[in-house]
T-cell receptor
Framework: DSGVTQTPKHLITATGQRVTLRCSPRSGDLSVYWYQQSLDQGLQFLIQYYNGEERAKGNILERFSAQQFPDLHSELNLSSLELGDSALYFC?????????????FGDGTRLSIL | AQTVTQSQPEMSVQEAETVTLSCTYDTSESDYYLFWYKQPPSRQMILVIRQEAYKQQNATENRFSVNFQKAAKSFSLKISDSQLGDAAMYFCAYRSLKAAGNKLTFGGGTRVLVKP
């Protein structure tokens, strides 16, 4: 158990819909990261938050947005969903925003678009 | 931008034997971190081992060790005394020290099959 909690574990929805994925980091971790794992693109970094502020941005589509709340949990919002958005979405957390602290991953949310 | 390449889509090893997974990366930076993550069928991402580029000594964690060749930009993972529980996808990852944030750049993965 990494201590990172992601909900829901599975999500099935239709094209054009909007979903919210939730992540609670490990106790004491200030940084949250979102990654997308798909057959086409592999594992890709989407976005990082540190203590409520956006720290780094990767290949995140404009239809996707994220935020980190004062209690440090994070949400990833995906809108106008397309078939290609079907993927496993991971949240990870670390103590700091930089440096050599390892990132601890949650179990992921499996998103299926029908 | 940094890229990470894992040239072996799949490797097979006999139980108790040794297998080595290859990873090469492209970067113009001199300081960075490298990681190996394991993803079993349960789909969790589990940190196996990490290496700081400024350290010449290769990292070791129990049956897992790396061969870090900085000049060649190579970072291979050796799994000794392979066990059935080692069967998984293994991902090599790079983290810059210069770029903003702490993102990981992953390779495409190598699937390890362990034969009893």
């Amino acid at each position: 158990d990494s201590g990172v909690t992601q909900t829901p574990k599975h999500l099935i929805t239709a094209t054009g819909q909007r979903v919210t994925l939730r992540c609670s980091p490990r106790s004491g971790d200030l940084s949250v990261y979102w990654y997308q794992q798909s057959l086409d693109q592999g594992l890709q970094f989407l976005i990082q938050y540190y203590n409520g502020e956006e720290r780094a941005k990767g290949n995140i589509l404009e239809r996707f947005s994220a935020q980190q709340f004062p209690d440090l949990h994070s949400e990833l919002n995906l809108s106008s969903l397309e078939l290609g958005d079907s993927a496993l979405y991971f949240c990870a957390s670390s103590v700091g925003g930089t440096g050599n602290q390892p990132q601890h991953f949650g179990d992921g949310t499996r998103l299926s678009i029908l | 931008a940094q890229t990470v390449t894992q040239s072996q889509p799949e490797m097979s090893v006999q139980e108790a034997e040794t297998v080595t997974l290859s990873c090469t990366y492209d970067t113009s930076e001199s300081d960075y971190y490298l990681f190996w993550y394991k993803q079993p069928p349960s789909r969790q991402m589990i940190l196996v081992i990490r290496q700081e580029a400024y350290k010449q000594q290769n990292a070791t964690e129990n049956r897992f060790s790396v061969n870090f060749q900085k000049a060649a930009k190579s970072f291979s993972l050796k799994i000794s005394d392979s066990q059935l529980g080692d069967a998984a996808m293994y991902f090599c990852a790079y983290r810059s020290l210069k770029a903003a944030g702490n993102k990981l750049t992953f390779g495409g993965g190598t699937r390890v099959l362990v034969k009893p």
